[in-house]
Nanobody
Framework: QVQLVESGGGWLQPGGSLRLSCSASGITLAYWSVAWFRQAPGKEREMVSC???????AFPTDANGRFTVSRDKEKNTVYLWVTNLKPDDTAVYYC??????????????WGQGTSVTVAP
């Protein structure tokens, strides 16, 4: 059974940074593309970054470079770093496994999400 577990969310100050983790069981993340999505209150879910099967960011959506994604093969974990946090970053963040980044069929598996709140 595939399970993705996100962690690292919480209440953070504007201007700060965070690291979210996506740990997997029942699946080897290195063989898949792993995407990070977020859904802010009242908004649609959006992809913020994706790491392809070769371990390279393949779907960078942040032109300011505030989002960085990487993986640890030994820990079977993918990380999302976000710097210079803004209140607009407040959302539930999800990791998901895709055959390729931006797959038109959508992710194969989803995590349960971790909540991030950015406020003074």
């Amino acid at each position: 059974q595939v399970q993705l577990v996100e962690s690292g969310g919480g209440w953070l100050q504007p201007g700060g940074s965070l690291r979210l983790s996506c740990s997997a069981s029942g699946i080897t993340l290195a063989y898949w593309s792993v995407a990070w999505f977020r859904q802010a209150p009242g908004k649609e879910r959006e992809m913020v970054s994706c790491l392809n099967g070769e371990g390279a960011p393949a779907f960078p959506t942040d032109a300011n470079g505030r989002f960085t994604v990487s993986r640890d093969k030994e820990k079977n974990t993918v990380y999302l770093w976000v710097t210079n946090l803004k209140p607009d970053d407040t959302a539930v963040y999800y990791c998901a496994v895709e055959s390729v980044c931006g797959s038109i069929t959508g992710p194969e598996h989803w995590g349960q999400g971790t909540s991030v709140t950015v406020a003074p």
